[in-house]
């Protein structure tokens, strides 16, 4: 036993650290252009916090992940090294789009967790707390991992957050992200990557469209969970041509209730449909599980 988690820790320090990476690296993908969009900026994570480096999720073969292409299309890593011997890993997951994958790919990264907590002491009852926990805000599930690193007592915390059916993003806290230890460290780390990607458009998102018989709504753009605009008029009782369109790295939907209307759009792709609503003021938002929650919703006014 003993063997073991020194092993374990031995392959933690090297993931972490990168030091035995290097003639892994020479086989591994690239870091993937747009997983590596979804990696924060150290500063965010406060004072004193550096990037140490990024890598295609394949650095994290020492924990025995394996990034199989049918499962995951992309993925980047992050490590980050802060005050104290704090430490942040980041992963962000792309999906292959099937379901199989999907399925197999939440398999696959709850392994992964499973063997960064592998090496961690853990309370049991804290765990049974975590698992009926509700996950992070912006998180359709999440799982997630709390305790101490063995021999060196630092507080670890592991969030895995499925932000979409597509996309997977882990986190493991090490030590204190700002004044959060545990969980609440990790759980700090995934907030900051979904609110880097909600911020605030510039004014151009507000200014209404005008009155018009066709609409362009862009999703994922500036802001991966937004409609730009978030407020749209169209005259009332006319045909009006929607182009709506993904600009993110996640797949949206354009939907209005109340007018029985769903239109989703993957990554990249467009679609157009026609709507036609009485004098009045409609909400639109994206049902994807989540979505909604954290801001993805807008207003359209007919008259
Ligand atoms: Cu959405």
């Known amino acids: 036993m003993a063997r073991r988690l020194a092993a374990a820790l031995l392959l933690l320090g090297m993931a972490l650290f990168g030091t035995l990476s290097v003639s892994a690296q020479d086989e591994s993908p690239e870091l993937g252009q747009e997983a590596a969009k979804l990696l924060i900026d150290p500063a ?43 430490r942040v890993l980041l992963a962000a997951l792309l999906i292959t789009e099937n379901r199989i994958a999907i399925r197999k790919s939440w398999e696959d990264a709850s392994n992964l967790v499973d063997r960064i907590t592998f090496s961690l002491d853990l309370d049991y009852d804290r765990q049974r707390e975590l698992e009926s926990a509700e996950p992070p805000a912006g998180c359709a599930e999440a799982k997630r991992a709390e305790g101490k690193e063995s021999g060196f007592g630092l507080p670890v915390g592991v969030t895995m957050c499925a932000i979409d059916p597509d996309v997977i ?9 700002d004044e959060h230890e545990g969980v609440a460290a990790s759980d700090a780390v995934i907030e900051l990557i979904l609110d880097s990607t909600t911020e605030q458009p ?102």
């Open 169 to 177: 993003l882990i986190a493991a806290a090490f030590g204190a992200v």
């Open 44 to 86: 965010s994570l406060g004072d004193g916090w550096s990037l140490h480096h990024t890598a295609s999720p394949e650095a994290l073969y020492s924990y025995g992940f394996e990034m199989s292409p049918d499962v995951f299309r992309e993925g980047a890593a992050g490590v980050y090294v802060g005050p104290q011997g704090s």
């Open 202 to 303: 510039t004014a151009t998102a507000t200014t209404p469209a005008t009155a018009s018989t066709t609409v362009t709504i862009v999703a994922g753009k500036p802001s991966e969970l937004q409609f730009e605009p978030s407020r749209v008029e169209i005259p009332a009782n006319t045909d009006v041509t929607v182009v709506l369109r993904s600009d993110g790295i996640l797949a949206h939907n354009f939907t209005i209730e109340e007018l029985g209307i769903r239109v989703s759009v993957r990554p990249g792709e467009e679609a157009e449909f026609t709507l036609n609503a009485d004098a009045g003021t409609y909400t639109f938002s994206c049902t994807v599980r989540g979505h909604e929650e954290a801001g993805m919703v807008g207003t359209l006014i007919a008259a």
